[in-house]
């Protein structure tokens, strides 16, 4: 391969052909390989199999959300993969009425996904969306819920994006690229009719995709493009599905922002003059951003993540020094009331909130160590109510604590660190210590609660997240330091991180293993090649680390959406800038860590031939004796088996992984 007068030799550029007999082979033989490896553990797998199980209440439901006068919820029976979609009408203790068991669509599939339905306006009827392989094509289906029998024909290889207008038979849905994968259409479909469905909107930029969404008053639906760092919003009124959407601002270079209504007008969150975002208020039409008017002003130290609006109130998503905050404000007078929080370290978000019209928020909180709760916050009492907490059979949250340090990067940029860990730890440098990185998209990692590593915690392992920039924890400029030119940084904050804990005494420095998947999977690749020496094993989940093969070709998924992020390596500088840290291109002639390394066939997000390229050219390359193990899921895409109980396998796997190289074999 040649550009810029460069060129790169790619032996196992092969690998990419999908249906080639070598291929499969090849993947299979890799499986066959990590099982014999891991035989060994075949005792401690199975019990920490049996650990992770025993965390999962089997008859757990979700508490309703109210939408109409039913109480919605889905809920699991024991032994059952998947969830029952449920409602009840009036009151909680009514009769139940089955919306849909996903377990008797998954039956005799490999894969299954089937989120929470869309509920008509009149709760007649539901737009279920299912995928049955893992790649995200998912078909739509509408279900007459007074029949129990499904209306017309499914709409086939949508995203599964879908919206009811207020008419109950009109159904605006987005559709994808059969190749590149973009959300390039939304279409419009009447039920009963035989007219194809109609094109509402092509988005013809490729660095753009598009998506419907309906606003909480249910007044208008949005059709929202999107790219990495611009945004356009185009309106239709609810009531009139059939009339042409108006662009609500046109699209600007680095302009991002989103709009909610808010009955009396349109919010706009946007960046315009506010790197941090601001709140602006504006009429209920297409408007120029002069027509603006402040309502929540621009603050350097304050991330606004989202707003939410409610008839009386409306909720601020922030975050402050990398904590998730939440505040409600009064509509009427503008009070300003922050939830308290008790952990030091914790994940605040707003829940499902359908009803526009509710005296309450619903707030979801988690910490570390603390599972997640449900909580209702009432307007009138200004109090915190709570209504359910996650049920974690066989775990006792008093014997866990969280905690937060900060390291100092080598540019002098402090980098918040969340710890979990058994209470009674010692930092004494004799503990074994996982530390997960992600570092990119602006996506910050919270420091959500999980049920599963516990099996670590209880083995003596300490668990940190590096909260490295490329995210946006400590705010817009978070992200904008970890991407493109400044990719760098992401990789070298993961770095000094390890060794500021290493320094604090946390963890033994030869019993540190490390984690990431999909964009933190390129982290792991990039740690590795620059500092083998920190890790003893390395975990990289379906990892993005072919960075100049991919975002050269135009025809993979999600390639051109992703200029923004990495750099478009067909400008030379971009090019040289991501050579210096693609994992794939800069694996050499050096001892390295032991991998396990794990991979999707139909994922669509990573192609499969990425992570099984670089285990091969890791095993051509590599000095040393340690352990290349590809594990390949070859009927699941990019987030892995689809069943509650089944996805627990590649956990046990990974686990089991690091209690080997650690010499605890039960």
Request: hydrophobic share 35%.
């Given at each position: 391969?040649e ?6 030799n ?5 690998m990419?052909?999908?249906e ?5 082979k090849h ?6 390989y990590?099982?014999?490896v ?16 025993a ?6 439901s ?5 939408l ?8 699991f029976?024991p032994k059952?993969e998947?969830?029952?979609y449920a ?12 919306l849909l068991d ?7 599939k490999e ?6 339905p ?5 709760s ?7 995928d049955?392989?893992g790649?995200?094509?998912?078909d739509?289906?509408v279900?007459d819920?007074k029949t129990?029998k499904l ?6 290889k949508?995203t ?5 207008a207020?008419?109950?038979k ?6 994808q690229?059969?190749e590149?994968l973009?959300?390039?259409w939304?279409?419009r ?5 035989a007219?194809?469905?109609f094109?509402v909107?092509?988005?013809k930029?490729?660095t753009?995709?598009?998506q ?25 009124d609810a009531?009139r599905?059939l ?10 270079k ?12 349109f ?5 315009w003059k506010a790197?941090?975002f601001?709140l602006?208020k504006?009429?209920?039409?297409a408007s120029k951003?002069e027509?603006?008017?402040v ?5 350097s130290?304050?991330?606004?993540e ?7 109130h409306?909720v ?7 904590q998730t905050?939440?505040t409600?404000?009064?509509r009427?007078?503008?009070k300003s009331s922050p939830?308290?929080f008790?952990?030091?370290v914790f ?7 359908p009803?526009?019209d509710?005296?309450?928020l619903r ?10 709760t449900?909580?209702d916050?009432s307007f009138m009492?200004e109090k915190?109510?709570?209504r359910?907490?996650q049920?974690?059979p066989t ?8 905690d937060?340090?900060?390291a ?6 402090a980098v918040p660190?969340s710890?979990v860990?058994?209470k009674?730890f ?5 503990a074994?210590?996982l ?5 990119s998209?602006g996506?910050s ?5 999980q049920r599963?590593?516990?099996s670590?915690?209880?083995r003596?392992f300490v668990?940190?997240?590096?909260h490295i920039r490329?995210?946006s924890?400590m705010?817009r400029h978070?992200y ?9 940084n992401t990789?070298t904050?993961f770095?000094d ?5 290493i320094?604090?005494?946390?963890a033994d ?10 964009a ?6 990039a740690v ?5 020496d ?13 960075v100049?093969?991919t975002?050269l070709?135009?025809s993979?998924?999600?390639?051109t ?7 478009d390596?067909r400008?030379?500088e971009?090019y040289?800038?991501i050579?210096q840290y693609s994992?794939y291109d ?11 390394i794990t991979?999707g ?9 990425e992570p099984t390229?670089?285990?091969a050219?890791?095993?051509k390359?590599k000095?040393?004796?340690n352990?290349?193990?590809l594990f390949?899921e070859?009927?699941?895409g ?14 046990a796997?990974?686990?089991s992984f690091y209690?080997m190289?650690?010499?605890q074999r039960?």
């Open positions: 391969m550009i810029h007068g460069l060129q790169r790619d032996p196992w550029f092969w990419k052909e999908r080639n007999p070598e291929l499969l993947l299979s033989n890799e499986n066959e990590v099982e014999k891991l035989a060994p553990m075949k005792d401690t797998r199975e019990k920490i199999l049996g650990e992770l199980r965390r999962i209440k089997e008859d757990d979700t508490y309703p959300f109210v109409h006068g039913y109480h919605y919820y889905k809920r029976e059952k998947y969830p029952i409602r009840r009408k009036g009151s909680r203790s009514a009769t139940e009425e089955i996903v377990n008797v669509l998954a039956a005799g894969y299954t996904s089937v989120p929470f869309e509920i008509s306006p009149d007649s009827k539901i737009i279920y969306a299912a049955f392989t790649r995200r094509f998912y739509l289906y279900k819920l129990g209306i017309g024909k499914p709409i086939e949508t599964g994006n879908a919206e009811w207020n008419d109950n009109t159904i605006f849905y987005a559709k690229h059969p590149t973009r959300s390039q939304i279409y479909h009447e039920l009963g009719s007219a194809p469905d094109l909107y092509e988005e930029e490729d753009f995709g598009v419907v969404q309906k606003s909480r008053t249910d007044s208008f639906l949005f059709l929202a493009s999107y790219s990495t760092l611009s945004n356009e919003w185009r309106i239709i009531n599905p009339e042409a959407p108006v662009v609500f601002l046109p699209r600007e680095e302009h991002e922002y989103s709009i909610e209504d808010g009955g009396d007008g919010y706009v969150a946007t960046n790197k941090n601001r602006m504006a009429p209920h039409r951003k027509e603006w008017t309502v929540v002003p621009h603050r130290d304050v991330l606004l989202g707003v939410t609006f409610f008839k009386t409306y601020l998503s922030e975050r402050v020094k990398g905050m939440l409600v404000v009064t009427a007078s503008g939830i308290p008790p952990d030091p994940v605040a978000s707003v829940d499902t909130n009803e526009y509710a005296p309450f707030y979801r909180y988690e910490s570390l160590s603390r599972p997640a449900v909580f916050y009492t915190s109510e709570q359910k907490q049920e974690v775990f006792d949250a008093s014997l866990y604590e969280s937060r340090v900060w100092t990067a080598r540019d002098g940029t660190i710890l860990y058994r009674g010692e930092k004494n440098a004799k074994p210590m530390i997960y990185g992600y570092g998209y996506s990692m919270e420091p959500w609660f599963d590593i516990v670590l915690l209880d003596g668990y940190a997240m590096a490329g995210g924890e705010g978070w904008d330091n970890g991407k493109v030119m400044h990719k760098m990789f904050d770095i991180c390890t060794e500021h804990l320094k604090l005494r946390y420095p030869k019993r540190i293993y490390a984690e990431g998947a999909s933190g999977g390129l982290l792991m690749g590795a090649n620059m500092r083998p920190l890790y003893r094993g390395i975990n990289a989940g379906v990892p993005f680390v072919d100049l093969t975002m070709d135009d993979i998924p999600l390639t959406g992703e200029y923004d992020e990495w750099g390596p400008k030379a971009n040289k800038y050579a994992p800069n694996v050499k002639a050096q001892d390295y860590p032991h991998f396990l991979s066939l139909h994922d669509s997000q990573v192609q499969y031939w390229k670089w285990a050219k890791l095993r390359l000095t040393n004796g352990l290349v193990l390949t070859m009927d699941a990019h987030g892995g088996a689809s069943g509650r109980f089944e996805a627990l396998k590649q956990t796997l990974e686990y209690l190289l650690d010499g039960e």
